[in-house]
């Protein structure tokens, strides 16, 4: 589902981005994961347990970073009932490229990638070419992403590659509060900057929701006479590694110069 038919990226970046794809200079599991954490400890979490969600309330955000170091609480679950349908459409139905449930190269800690399908940006030197297709791919709900993700117990968080995530902007919105609600943190890769997608989400308002319910977000286009292997989570020296008060920084200073809010 293609909420939005001019928008699309592709990317390049040292190291692993797609499921089967080998990586460069990858090691150990245990010798990586501690690197990770330590560079980004804001986002990184404990090992812990999914709750069981209030499904008649709206997701608690309770300040993101605190949230992130909740204890151990009991396994959720999950169900298809929560499908939101609009005539015969499921509004949180994606199409997928695959999902990675363990990485540790897509965002601080151990996290599960979802690579979406669908790119039209034609960066070139994009390590991803098998995700520009938009009717490739297959159809997965989000349900049954949340229900893998809630499974494993040592994920800080879920990031969402691809392909561009903010094609899908509304099955992404509803999968990022879930997970949210359950204390993990949510990432995103773009190939438009943030301020792009501050424009778009005039005219497709779940691209907002999108940004609002980011941790972090690698925005704009790869470019290969840019690349560099020595930057954390970003491909080429154009991109930027935006944090949480990097987002309301941007955020503030867009809405003030558009008279906006």
């Known amino acids: 589902m293609y909420l939005q038919d001019d ?3 592709k990317r390049s970046r040292q190291e692993r981005r797609f ?12 010798a990586l994961i501690p690197a990770r954490r330590t560079a980004d400890a804001e986002l990184a979490v404990s090992p812990q347990f999914c709750p069981v969600p209030d499904r008649g309330a709206a997701p608690e955000r309770q300040g993101r970073e605190p949230c992130f170091f909740r204890e ?30 363990e990485s540790i190269v897509d965002g601080p800690g151990l996290r599960m990638t979802v690579f979406v399908q ?7 030197g994009c390590q991803n070419p098998q995700t520009h297709d938009l009717n490739g791919g297959t159809e997965s709900a989000a349900e049954d ?3 893998k993700f809630c499974a494993d117990p040592l994920l800080a968080g879920i990031t969402f590659s691809g392909g561009e ?38 005219k497709n308002p779940p691209i907002r929701g999108l940004l609002d319910e ?14 560099s292997i020595d930057l954390l989570y970003r491909g080429s020296e154009n991109q930027r590694y935006l944090k949480r008060a990097d987002l309301d920084r941007l955020r503030e200073a867009w809405l003030a110069g558009h008279g906006v809010r």
């Not at 499921?19 to 245990?30: D, I, M, T």
């Not at 903010?166 to 438009?192: D, I």
């Not at 980011?214 to 690349?227: F, N, Q, S, T």
Request: one cysteine or more.
């Open 7 to 9: 928008m699309g990226y």
């Open 19 to 30: 499921p089967g794809l080998p990586g460069r200079g990858e090691r150990s599991l245990a």
């Open 72 to 101: 151990p609480v009991a396994r959720c679950v999950t169900g298809k009932e929560n499908i939101i349908k609009a005539g015969n459409t499921m509004a949180h139905i994606l199409r997928l490229a695959g999902i990675e449930e």
């Open 118 to 124: 669908g790119c039209l940006l034609g960066c070139p």
């Open 145 to 147: 992403i949340l229900e």
């Open 165 to 202: 995530p903010f094609l899908q902007p509304e099955p992404l919105l509803w999968l990022a509060r879930e997970v949210h609600a359950r204390g993990r943190n949510v990432m995103s890769f773009s190939g438009y900057t943030f301020e792009q997608l501050m424009e778009k989400s005039l």
């Open 214 to 227: 980011l941790d972090a977000l690698v925005d704009g286009p790869y470019i290969e006479k840019l690349r």
